[in-house]
């Protein structure tokens, strides 16, 4: 998410994210943060914007990362090993490309 100027450039701010969903460690032995949605549950984010100047606009957006949890597995593997195995190297750059955006908008502020 983020705001932009009257002609529609990026701001660059501090911009809010909320993480939606499951956060283990590497070991599975606990869950750093379970913030997933039930079926048919919404979310809400609030941000106290300040609208200095006008023109101003929100830009959010909703990135899925589905393979977050292999990524940082196969990035962690390849820093402890040291040969980096192709198959382990292909396998970090297609999880690395997977992330997607489902929703992106602009409205005026």
């Known amino acids: 998410m983020g ?3 009257a002609e529609r450039r990026p701001l660059k701010t501090a911009v809010p994210e909320a993480p939606i969903g499951h956060d283990p460690p590497l070991d599975l032995s606990r869950e ?4 997933r949605l039930a079926p048919k549950a919404s ?3 609030t ?9 101003l606009g929100l ?3 909703v990135v899925v990362e589905p393979d977050r949890f292999y990524t940082r597995s196969f990035d962690i593997s390849r ?4 040969r980096r195995t192709a198959p382990l190297c292909e396998a970090l750059r297609q999880t690395r490309h997977s992330p997607f955006t489902i929703f992106l908008r602009e409205a005026p502020l």
């Open 79 to 82: 820093r402890q090993t040291e």
């Open 32 to 35: 750093v943060y379970d913030t």
């Open 3 to 5: 705001l932009v100027d």
């Open 43 to 45: 979310f809400t984010m």
């Open 59 to 61: 830009r959010p957006r």
């Open 47 to 55: 941000e106290p914007w300040r609208v200095d100047r006008p023109g």
